[in-house]
């Protein structure tokens, strides 16, 4: 199975809309994808906070194991 992570510019108003309508659709009986999603506030703070190492730890992190 191939890891994925989701990086990308967001809000908290939206990633708690994800969330409450994910809850709700799993309370009544829908099968609900997971995801894995890593949301900065926006831009600059994505680029501030992925610096080269980080990226590698990530790409690394995601590998399968062989």
């Known amino acids: 199975m191939k890891k994925q992570i989701q990086i990308g510019v967001g809000n908290a108003k939206s990633t708690a809309t994800g969330f409450i309508n994910a809850w709700k659709s799993v ?7 997971v ?10 703070t994505l680029l501030k906070t992925l610096t080269s190492g980080r ?3 990530l790409i690394i992190s995601l590998m399968p194991y062989r």
């Open 27 to 33: 309370e009544r009986g829908e099968k609900v994808e």
């Open 35 to 44: 995801e894995q999603r890593l949301d900065f506030e926006n831009l600059e």
């Open 55 to 57: 990226w590698v730890f």
